[in-house]
């Protein structure tokens, strides 16, 4: 094997692992997001009597309840979201250990932590101006 195709097939592996990494992020911020919405969901109708009427979607089909029904199915859905966004949460930082460990091995510049450092090079006041 020579050195170009193990260059390949290196920044191949990083590639991918860089794409696995930024697709745990995107899926914490959908998952923020879903939190946020049950936190409103269950803010609203935790004022309401429980035996008011309340509509729930549940697999695409809108469903007739109670606030005493939907309240506590909410309250558990968003504890599985909050353990979940857990989960992803330490897979992340294990991805960015192996990331970093991988850059280090093959002496590899990772472009988002150069950016971080260029961004602290630069003048400040330079920064969003357009002319």
Not at 99 to 113: C, N, P
Request: aromatic share 4%; charged share 35%; proline share 2%.
């Amino acid at each position: 094997m020579d050195d170009e195709s193990l260059n390949q097939q290196v920044a191949a592996k990083f590639t991918e692992m860089r794409q696995n990494h930024n697709a745990i992020s995107q899926k914490i911020g959908e998952m923020e997001v879903q939190k946020r919405e049950h936190d409103l969901v269950i803010t609203a109708i935790s004022k309401l009597e429980s035996s008011r009427k309340c509509y729930r979607l549940v697999g695409g089909v809108l469903v007739e309840r109670t606030v005493g029904e939907v309240l506590p199915a909410v309250k558990k859905n968003k504890e599985n979201i909050e353990k979940t966004i857990q989960v992803l949460n330490s897979e992340l930082t294990q991805q960015e250990h192996q990331l970093d460990e991988f850059a280090t091995k093959y002496k590899l510049l990772r472009t988002d932590k150069q950016d971080e450092k260029n961004d602290d090079k630069q003048d400040p006041s330079a920064k969003g101006v357009l002319v």
